[in-house]
């Protein structure tokens, strides 16, 4: 296939990462899946001559640069780099240090690991794509998702800075923001909840969790149609900076562009007479 790419999807073994994988197979792709467990990622596709699996704990920068470079000794190059993660929710006061830790670690720390591996590869190439899956919790904050949302923020400001960085070497950073998506994020290996519980937030936090364990299995989102939509925008002419995918994804993008304009209008005058005298009689001189 003159078309034929080389993947290399993070976190293939579960969840939307699956889902992802078999897309791209199915669409005459190669791909280097990786995951924590290799043998579970290999259970989940079994044999197939366009797939190598590795093993790739995102949090550890020389297991990123390994399995980079196998991708490499095997294919030659790389393509397309998707970043996936996982979900650690609860109350901010009831999350340990090291719980934040851990979130900021996968969601933002790992991604930019496995990034840092891949993009000297890119760059030699003057060609690739970075697809970092992010959320509607990188554009507006919910309550029980403090330490979520804040790897979130970070990633969002992390790509965009990114994009202005690479783009002159032919590279597109691209954020996706899946709203709910019936995949395996919500389930227990996937996510984890707070267990240092403090009395002032029991009757919410009850509320949450029945929320949160109750939404498993339910979401809206197919997996199988968001890994067909990015095959489509990765194979674009021009590539989109920013994809919110599915209609609860939509929704939140229109709230945060209304809200931001209704915050921006309302003290705008105010804002803008917080220069210096001397620059503001500069800029009426001028």
């Known amino acids: 296939m003159a078309d034929q790419k080389v993947w290399f999807i993070t976190g293939a073994g579960r969840g939307m990462g699956v889902a992802i994988t078999k897309a791209v197979l199915a669409a005459g792709h190669r791909v280097v899946?990786?995951?924590?467990?290799k043998d579970k990622v290999a259970q989940a596709f079994g044999p197939h001559e366009n797939l190598?699996?590795?093993?790739?704990?995102?949090?550890?920068?020389?297991?990123?640069?390994?399995?980079?470079?196998?991708a490499?000794?095997?294919?030659?190059?790389?393509?397309?780099?998707?970043?996936?993660?996982n979900f650690y929710a609860g109350y901010?006061?009831?999350?340990?240090?090291?719980?934040?830790?851990?979130?900021?670690?996968?969601?933002?720390?790992?991604?930019?690991?496995?990034?840092?591996?891949?993009?000297p590869v890119l760059r030699q190439q003057r060609a690739g794509q970075i697809i970092t899956i992010s959320s509607t919790a990188g554009l507006v904050g919910f309550e029980f998702a403090s330490a979520y949302a804040a790897s979130k923020f970070g990633l969002e400001g992390w790509m965009q800075s990114l994009r202005a960085?690479?783009?002159?070497?032919?590279?597109?950073?691209?954020?996706?923001n899946p709203g709910f998506f019936r995949t395996e994020l919500l389930s227990a290996e996937s996510t984890n909840f707070a267990d240092n519980p403090i009395a002032d937030y029991d009757e919410r936090r009850a509320q949450q969790l029945a929320f949160w364990k109750g939404a498993n299995g339910q979401q809206a989102g197919d997996p199988a149609k968001l890994a067909q939509a990015l095959l489509t925008i990765s194979?674009?002419?021009?590539?989109?900076?920013?994809?919110?995918?599915?209609a609860d994804a939509v929704g939140v993008g229109d709230q945060v562009s209304s809200e931001l304009q209704q915050q921006t209008t309302a003290y705008r005058e105010l804002s803008s007479a917080l220069n210096h005298d001397d620059a503001a009689s500069k800029g009426n001189a001028s």
């Open 52 to 70: 190598l699996v590795v093993t790739l704990d995102i949090t550890k920068p020389a297991d990123a640069e390994a399995a980079v470079q196998a």
């Open 235 to 246: 194979g674009a002419e021009k590539p989109p900076v920013r994809f919110l995918a599915g």
């Open 72 to 85: 490499v000794d095997r294919f030659g190059r790389l393509d397309v780099l998707v970043n996936n993660a």
């Open 33 to 37: 899946a990786t995951g924590r467990k």
């Open 165 to 176: 960085e690479v783009a002159p070497f032919g590279i597109a950073a691209i954020v996706v």
């Open 92 to 119: 901010f006061e009831e999350q340990t240090p090291e719980e934040v830790n851990q979130q900021v670690a996968t969601s933002l720390i790992g991604p930019m690991n496995v990034t840092r591996a891949v993009l």
